[in-house]
């Protein structure tokens, strides 16, 4: 079962790592470019993390999953909303909600393992402690 809901995370931090650097890239040369730049690294540093922890656990990676997210994340990009070849001005709130919710979902992941670390000792609650602090 950790194997699934790690795999799951994975999935959905593809998909979130993706989307952080679309918004990252619609953004440059905005005064809050850099800030979402640093902001897409921190996401892909995450995930590296993730696969990481996922290695020691022995948990392999489902590359059907990761190639699924990938590929719906693209897909989102070509919701109807009236604008054919530019963004609509609804993009920049939609994109920044749906990276909410995704942080929401690495924390509520990162506790899971925290919590999961005093049991199992290939997780490192030091390693956990800081994914968790830098999420703020």
Known sequence: MLGIYL???LAGSTA????ARRIAGSNQGRREGS???AFAEEVAADRASLIDIMARLGVPVRGYKVRAAWIGEKAGRLKLNGYLLGRSPL???EELEMMRLAVEGKA???RTLRTLAKIDTRLDPGQLDELLA???
């Open 35 to 37: 800030v979402l730049a």
């Open 16 to 19: 979130g790592t993706e989307l």
């Open 7 to 9: 795999n799951d995370h």
């Open 134 to 136: 830098r999420l703020g």
């Open 108 to 110: 509520a992941g990162w």
């Open 91 to 93: 993009s920049r709130l």
